[in-house]
């Protein structure tokens, strides 16, 4: 039996022209990009070339304005750490959302310790910000609105442009955690007005362990990392060559298919729902029906505990998760679907499907074949399931 | 998460025993709340010598949950009632080869819910219902 990959949001199988990509820089080709020597120019020139490729994807303004990190993870810490120290004399106002990714928002409970004030606006059933709540928090101490492009657990896409409208009339940076959204929605740096974003490659069929921050050219911020000079002195460390040129080819990759991809995978999302819903009764759609990422489905199963549906699930070689991979050992219900207005009980049971360009439609009806009676096993062992029973 | 789980926890998931209820039980004891992620209703059948003759549960729950229902319903069939509360959570987690300590709570759960079908058991039988 073939087993099934749905938890794309969490990491992606990297594309074999990805990891052909990379080897030679794990071989003979590995020379510090910081060297003199022709050993070093080869390097330095596989960087420029990735740098350019992910530049593209973001369609910054240019090659200068993306810097290379260990991740997304670094990026949000780089973004909100940096800003705030930048502009410390400024202000001391951060505004972020309740359902940001950990890594945004335990970097803001950090800095509450160092003096930062932290406004955290709420969303909306469907998991949307509303701009005019952002606007409202405003004060003349903000120097910083960070807001994702789409959330990890649910897939709502926010309204980035009207709150990088908002935060460019109030002369306040914009910050976006694009690390879901890259490479499944497009999207343009230079047609928006945001001034810094995180990304990462392992959510495209990239390497993990490399990701960037996009910085909008005279935006202040602060390094985090302090050494050489690597990444025009923004990021300093020796550059992980072989990931930045696999995360290079998997944006090259990325923006050539994007739309394509994204439109065939939506259409086996939906065809998946439409076969949950059709044969198992008591499931809600958690997350915006429309303004949604195209591969994420958030689907909650009533009476259940989710934990229960992933090893079930496990069990027919199907890999989902409950929510984000980050949180799985947490016992609290979800922060998104709790903030999303979710009854807890019912946020338990809810059950990430997220696809990407491998996922076939016979995957789709092997899970349509085989969840109906796991849900019905666990429904019949639940004391919340009696008294709705037929 | 599966990583964490012994392999008799999977099993005891995988076919977890006495699932169900006893219509006409003498005991049912109800713990946990939705909130957590845990809820159990443990059902218990005792006999005139005071022994637990049947145990069956329902869970609402995580795998370790389930794992521990299934396990302390096996624990505590042919026991008296004296002997069934001295099943301590400890006892529960080990019978199933250990769990994961942030599923520990589990195991307490699973003790709760023994004492209050055994609390149950002793009231009605006091009240003479």
Redesign the interface.
């Known amino acids: 039996m073939n087993s099934i990959y749905l938890d794309n949001n969490a990491t992606t199988k990297m594309r074999e022209e990805v990891l052909e990509a990379m080897l030679p820089y794990y071989k003979d080709l590995y020379g510090n990009a910081s060297s003199v020597h022709e050993f070093g120019r080869v390097a330095r020139r596989a960087i420029d070339d990735a740098r350019q490729k992910v530049a593209d994807l973001l369609g910054a303004s240019s090659v200068e304005e993306i810097f290379f990190t260990s991740g997304g993870t670094e990026a949000d810490n780089f973004a909100i750490r940096g800003v705030f120290g930048a502009l410390r004399s400024k202000g001391n106002h951060i505004i972020t959302s309740v359902i940001e990714h950990h890594a945004v928002l335990n970097t803001c409970k950090f800095l509450e310790k160092e003096g930062c004030k932290v406004t955290y606006v709420t969303v909306d059933k469907d998991g949307l910000v509303d701009p005019e709540n952002i606007k409202r928090a405003i004060t003349d101490k903000t120097v910083l609105i960070s807001i994702m492009y789409a959330n990890n657990e649910v897939g709502t896409i926010e309204p980035v442009t009207e709150i990088g409208q908002i935060a460019k009339e109030k002369g306040i940076y914009f910050h976006t955690d694009a690390v879901q959204a890259l490479g499944k929605v497009p999207f343009s740096a230079k047609d928006m007005d945001v001034d810094i974003i995180s990304i990462s490659a392992h959510k495209i069929h990239g390497p993990k362990g490399v990701g960037a921050i996009y910085i909008r050219k005279g935006t202040k911020i602060t390094p985090q990392i302090y050494g050489g000079h690597h990444e025009m002195s923004k990021r300093a460390g020796t550059e992980n060559v072989g990931g930045i040129v696999g995360f290079g080819k998997a944006a090259e990759l990325a923006q050539k298919e994007i739309l394509q991809d994204g439109g065939r995978i939506k259409d086996l999302r939906d065809y998946l729902y439409k076969g949950i819903s059709s044969k198992i009764e008591s499931v809600r759609l958690n997350g915006h029906p429309v303004k949604r990422l195209p591969n994420t489905l958030n689907v909650g199963f009533k009476?259940?505990?989710g934990?229960?549906i992933?090893?079930n699930l496990?069990?027919e070689a199907i890999a989902v998760s409950t929510g984000s991979a980050c949180t799985?050992?947490s016992?609290e219900?979800s922060h998104v679907l709790t903030a999303m207005g979710v009854?807890?009980?019912d946020a338990?049971g809810s059950i990430r499907f997220s696809l990407s360009r491998y996922n076939t439609k016979s995957e789709m009806d092997r899970v349509i074949e085989v969840l109906p009676p796991i849900i019905k096993r666990l429904r019949?062992?639940?004391?919340?399931y009696?008294g709705h029973k037929q | 998460m599966q990583g964490q789980y012994s392999e008799k926890v999977m099993e005891h998931f995988r076919n977890p025993r006495n699932v169900g209820e006893i219509p006409d039980a003498n005991g049912i004891g109800n713990v946990g709340n939705p909130v957590c992620g845990d809820i159990m209703r443990l059902y218990i059948k005792v006999d005139d010598k005071e022994t637990i003759t049947d145990a069956k549960f329902k869970t609402f729950g995580c795998g370790a949950a389930i794992a521990t229902s299934s396990m302390v319903t096996e624990l505590v069939k042919g026991k008296t009632i004296q002997d069934a509360l001295k099943i301590s959570n400890h006892a529960v987690a080990e019978a199933l080869g250990g769990l994961p300590k942030i599923k520990m709570h589990c195991s307490v759960l699973a003790e709760e819910a023994l004492k209050s079908a055994i609390d149950d058991y002793l009231k009605k039988k006091k009240s003479g219902a």
């Not at chain 1, 019949?380 to 919340?384: A, C, H, I, Q, T």
Request: avoid cysteine; glycine fraction near 8%; aromatic fraction near 4%.
């Open positions: 009476y259940l505990e934990e229960s992933v090893l496990d069990m799985s050992g016992l219900p009854d807890p009980g338990q019949d062992m639940s004391p919340l009696e």
